[in-house]
């Protein structure tokens, strides 16, 4: 079945400690989107890579970088996590980003937790 | 500013319907979408509304009305299964979307 695959589901960091989270998929969708969403609130955009072009969110710490080396593969890197980092990391990836094929398709995140 | 605003909470009971509203602000408007969200677990896209109307996938249908700002989301015969966030987003005239903080839906038996 194509997916977006998340690895690892849980991840425990210590404060200060780099982390990177993974994502693949296998839709052969154009667009991958980073975003972190903390319990109750709404999914915060991060970044999103439209084929290798990346867009940084205007209001995302310079903590996060991210890298896209292929199609299939999408990375976050977290340079220096700091408690205010804990929080669910989702993947997503849509064929497009206009009304056609704007839909995303979301992994099963990562949860990140830092001691 | 864009915005998008869910009740946070809502119950129903097991069986019965329960509409979901949201209302929202964006910059430009290219549709509007629906997620379901269980506990710990990732978005499940519902629906996509980009025209004024009703549309209708099995127990679920989602609603739009452009000149309102203004969705919902109808959930007919409730499932305990059906217990879960459903979040609202529009998306701006970049095709960026703007989430909503989604609504917790408990289904009582």
């Known amino acids: 079945d194509a997916m977006v695959i998340q690895n690892p589901r849980y991840q425990v960091t210590q404060f200060g400690k780099p982390v990177t989270l993974s994502c693949s998929q296998t839709?052969?969708?154009?667009?991958m989107y980073w975003y972190q969403q903390k319990s109750s609130q709404a999914p915060k955009l991060l970044f999103h890579y439209y084929d290798k072009d990346f867009n940084n969110e205007a209001d995302t710490p310079d903590n996060f970088q991210s890298r896209r080396p292929n199609t299939s593969f999408c990375f976050l890197d977290i340079r220096s996590p700091g408690l205010g980092d804990a929080a669910m990391y989702l993947c997503a990836t849509s064929r497009g980003t206009g009304t056609g094929g704007a839909e995303q398709y979301f992994g099963p995140g990562t949860r990140l937790t830092v001691t | 500013g864009q915005n998008i605003d869910q009740p946070t909470e809502m119950t129903a009971t097991e069986g019965a319907i329960v509409q979901i509203n949201c209302t929202y602000q964006t910059s430009g408007f290219n549709g509007l979408f629906w997620y379901q969200q269980h506990a710990g677990e990732a978005p499940t896209f519902l629906s996509y509304?980009?025209l004024d109307g009703l549309e209708e996938k099995g127990r679920f249908s989602s609603f739009l009305s452009r000149s309102k700002g203004y969705s919902y989301l109808l959930l007919k015969e409730l499932q305990m299964k059906d217990s879960a966030s459903y979040l609202c987003?529009?998306?701006?005239?970049?095709?960026?979307?703007?989430w909503g903080a989604g609504t917790k839906l408990i289904i009582k038996p």
């Open positions: 839709l052969n969708h154009n667009v």
């Open positions: 509304n980009v």
């Open positions: 987003a529009a998306m701006d005239s970049n095709y960026q979307l703007i």
